[in-house]
């Protein structure tokens, strides 16, 4: 079993996300089960984007519960989506959120901490789908509010899923083949590396765009999960991030 985490670049259209579709058949074919954590559809002024669903009202700044429940939707907008193509593509497969996600959170609104997941809706819903998606960003506290997990926090939600459900690894699609020496927006010659120690990773995520969130880099590193960063539009090898062991 692996986990696959598509943001909200690869969220963005149709055409993207049947990239999204292709990219889980073969971790299906190479893997048995996957499960998909997903970010919301497309970025800043994108109509299904946290930050727009966020712009409804000035008044969410007022209310950090009801700022997080808006939140949330939009990786549960994006789960919808992506579970009905993935059953238009011929994928049957399941959508585990809210309690059945299993994920528990503490903290404060808008920068939570997941404190447990407790993977058994999640074992159970793989005896009967090899596919399921879990919306990320997000989990829910002893009361039942939604909370979310911080910029970037559908990373922790992937990493996190894979080191409780103990995957093979986490995979990361990018629209650039792995992690690169530089910018290849601006660096031409800009060459994916192949591996790195997670150890070697860290501190490469220390920028204004890093390639995955770095709170989420981290708990890869205290639960010793491989990584793998890769292109979404094709089936070649990314960027593996190994654990570093003493």
């Not at 996300?17 to 998909?36: A, N, P, T, Y």
Request: proline residues 4%.
């Amino acid at each position: 079993m692996i986990i696959q985490k598509f943001g909200g670049a690869a969220m963005k259209d149709r055409g993207m996300r049947r990239l999204c579709i292709d990219r889980i058949q073969e971790g299906l074919k190479s893997h048995g089960k996957v499960i998909v954590v997903v970010s919301a559809i497309g970025r800043q002024e994108s109509p299904y984007s946290t930050d727009r669903l966020l712009s409804i009202t000035p008044s969410f700044t007022l209310s950090t519960a009801s700022w997080d429940l808006a939140a949330a939707c939009g990786e549960l907008i994006a789960s919808a989506v992506l579970s009905a193509e993935l059953e238009e593509a011929g994928i049957h497969n399941k959508v585990m959120h809210s309690m059945n996600s299993g994920i528990r959170t503490v903290g404060p609104f808008g920068n939570a901490t997941i404190e447990t997941i407790e993977t058994s809706s999640i074992e159970k819903a793989l005896q009967h789908h090899k596919c399921l998606i879990v919306p990320g960003f997000q989990g829910m506290n002893a009361a039942g509010d939604y909370m979310t997990l911080g910029r970037g926090g559908s990373d922790l939600t992937a990493i996190a899923l894979g080191s409780s459900l103990k995957a093979s690894h986490v995979e990361f699609f990018k629209d650039v083949p792995g992690v690169m020496s530089a910018d290849p927006h601006i660096h031409n010659d800009a060459k994916k590396i192949d591996s790195l120690t997670i150890d070697e990773f860290l501190p490469l995520l220390d920028c204004t765009r890093p390639v995955i969130q770095k709170r989420a880099a981290l708990h890869a590193k205290e639960t010793a999960i491989p990584l793998c960063v890769r292109g979404i539009a094709a089936a070649e090898e990314g960027t593996w991030i190994i654990p570093s062991f003493s």
